[in-house]
T-cell receptor, first 114, second 115 residues
Framework: AQSVTQPDIHITVSEGASLELRCNYS??????LFWYVQSPGQGLQLLLK??????LVQGIKGFEAEFKRSQSSFNLRKPSVHWSDAAEYFC????????????FGTGTRLTVIP | DAGVIQSPRHEVTEMGQEVTLRCKPI?????LFWYRQTMMRGLELLIY????????DSGMPEDRFSAKMPNASFSTLKIQPSEPRDSAVYFC?????????????FGDGTRLSIL
């Protein structure tokens, strides 16, 4: 069955430093993969998505993610973090059955220090 | 363009009371999702609708929970009777053509506290 693991519960980076958030998935076929961001007191917002094709996908706010089938990973990256990037980040995978719902990871909370 | 609208934003009530959460999806979206978010369990899908019809309610924790979508612009999630363990943030989300193909648009959530 499909599932997503985000091994890092909390990450702290300095403003201007690079960022990589890890996501590992379990899925029988080619997965539909997503990264969402949640700011405090708000709902989730889509950052980027991967369906097929180019394994490096670009998203909003300067984020990108790379799909690596051999490692079952879909890590999120940003070359230079801004203080406004402090939030909770969720990786998600589409249902294997073709049903139109997603399975979310437990999230990684990002703290940015000046 | 209005996003997904949830009401109330906060609800505090006593155990045993009926709680009704409301959601207005984005106009034109044919899928609607209800999620519950807690520290312990993360983000859980409770139920989702397609064209106002419930498709998968396997995430609904108990018979105390029920959800309806009487028309394309309104949905409710009801808990009766409520219990302290139901305390969580409840999110409604909508999408066009389903979450696999299109992004889900989330409301700002209802923070529910059951005393």
């Amino acid at each position: 069955a499909q599932s997503v693991t985000q091994p890092d519960i909390h990450i702290t980076v300095s403003e201007g430093a690079s960022l990589e958030l890890r996501c590992n998935y379990s899925y029988g076929a080619t997965p539909y993969l997503f990264w969402y961001v949640q700011s405090p007191g708000q709902g989730l917002q889509l950052l980027l998505k991967y369906f097929s094709g180019d394994t490096l996908v670009q998203g909003i706010k300067g984020f990108e993610a790379e799909f690596k089938r051999s490692q079952s990973s879909f890590n999120l990256r940003k070359p230079s973090v801004h203080w406004s990037d402090a939030a909770e980040y969720f990786c998600a995978v589409g249902a294997e059955t073709g049903a139109n719902n997603l399975f979310f990871g437990t999230g990684t909370r990002l703290t940015v220090i000046p | 363009d209005a996003g997904v609208i949830q009401s109330p934003r906060h609800e505090v009530t006593e155990m045993g009371q009926e709680v009704t959460l409301r959601c207005k999806p984005i106009s034109g979206h044919d899928y609607l999702f209800w999620y519950r978010q807690t520290m312990m369990r993360g983000l859980e899908l409770l139920i989702y609708f397609n064209n106002n019809v419930p498709i998968d309610d396997s995430g609904m924790p108990e018979d105390r929970f029920s959800a309806k979508m009487p028309n394309a612009s309104f949905s409710t999630l009801k808990i009766q009777p409520s219990e302290p363990r139901d305390s969580a943030v409840y999110f409604c989300a909508s999408s066009f053509q389903g979450a696999r193909n299109q992004p889900q648009h989330f409301g700002d959530g209802t923070r529910l506290s059951i005393l």
